[in-house]
C-alpha cells in the first residue's frame, strides 16, 4: 500500500514566477492538508481539502490556492512567488483530518 | 497561541541513554500527536494521546499527558543512533480540522 506520494521532489523557481506542487494520499484517505515548513521550524498549515472544497485556511494569502480532484489527489498552488516562499512544502492525508499521514514533501526553493 | 512549544530545543545524550521531550501548551485539545523527523524531510507519526488519556506506550515511545498543567512529555528509552532526528508534538484542536506544530526538539544519539 502507497502512502502519501508528492511531486516534484525539489523545484527551483525565480521571484514572480508560479508553482505547482502535487499530492497524492494514501490509499482509503479522503482528506487531503498542506504545510509549509520553513527551515528551522514547525510545520505551518495552509489549508485542507474535503470533497474537492477548501474545508479550511490558515494564514496564508491568497497567492497560495489548491484544488482536489475526484480521485482525492491535490495539488498547491502558488502564484507571484517571493523568497520568502521557499521552504519544504509537505502534504497529509487523512480520514477525516484525525490522524495525519505526511508525503516526503517538496522543497522549494525561489532565488 | 495555538501551537505547542518543546522542551528543549537541542538535546544531546549518548547510545542507550533515556531521552525526554516536552510539549507546552496553552489552548484545548482534542488530542495531541508527535511527529519525527530525519534531515528535514516528512514527518513520521509516532503517537496520538487523546485528552481522555494520561498514558501512552509504543515501543520504546511513552508518552504522557497532563490536561490541567497544558503539557505533555515523549520519552524515548534506551536510544539508538538511528534515534536522532527533530521531534514534534503537534496539537489537534476541536473543531479546528488541522494540526498545531511547535518548534520542535533537535535529538543527537552519539553512538
Known amino acids: 500500500d502507497a502512502g502519501v506520494t508528492q511531486s516534484p521532489t525539489h523545484l527551483i523557481k525565480t521571484r514572480g514566477q508560479q508553482v505547482t506542487l502535487r499530492c497524492s494520499p494514501k490509499?482509503?484517505?479522503?482528506?487531503v492538508s498542506w504545510y509549509q515548513q520553513a527551515l528551522g521550524q514547525g510545520p505551518q498549515f495552509i489549508f485542507q481539502y474535503y470533497e474537492e472544497e477548501e474545508r479550511q485556511r490558515g494564514n496564508f494569502p491568497d497567492r497560495f490556492s489548491g484544488h482536489q480532484f475526484p480521485n482525492y489527489s491535490s495539488e498547491l498552488n502558488v502564484n507571484a512567488l517571493l523568497l520568502g516562499d521557499s521552504a519544504l512544502y509537505l502534504c497529509?492525508?487523512?480520514?477525516?483530518?484525525?490522524?495525519?499521514?505526511f508525503g516526503p514533501g517538496t522543497r522549494l526553493t525561489v532565488t | 497561541s495555538q501551537q505547542g512549544e518543546e522542551d528543549p530545543q537541542a538535546l544531546s545524550i549518548q547510545e542507550g541513554e533515556n531521552a525526554t521531550m516536552n510539549c507546552s501548551y496553552k489552548?484545548?485539545?482534542?488530542?495531541l500527536q508527535w511527529y519525527r523527523q530525519n534531515s528535514g524531510r516528512g514527518l513520521v507519526h509516532l503517537i496520538l494521546?487523546?485528552?481522555?488519556?494520561r498514558e501512552k506506550h509504543s515501543g520504546r515511545l511513552r508518552v504522557t499527558l497532563d490536561t490541567s498543567k497544558k503539557s505533555s512529555s515523549l520519552l524515548i528509552t534506551a536510544s539508538r543512533a538511528a534515534d536522532t532526528a527533530s521531534y514534534f508534538c503537534a496539537l489537534y484542536q476541536t473543531g479546528a480540522n488541522n494540526l498545531f506544530f511547535g518548534t520542535g526538539t533537535r535529538l543527537t544519539v552519539i553512538p
Open positions: 494521546i487523546r485528552s481522555n488519556e
Open positions: 490509499s482509503g484517505h479522503d482528506t
Open positions: 489552548t484545548s485539545i482534542n488530542n
Open positions: 497529509a492525508s487523512s480520514w477525516r483530518a484525525y490522524e495525519q499521514y
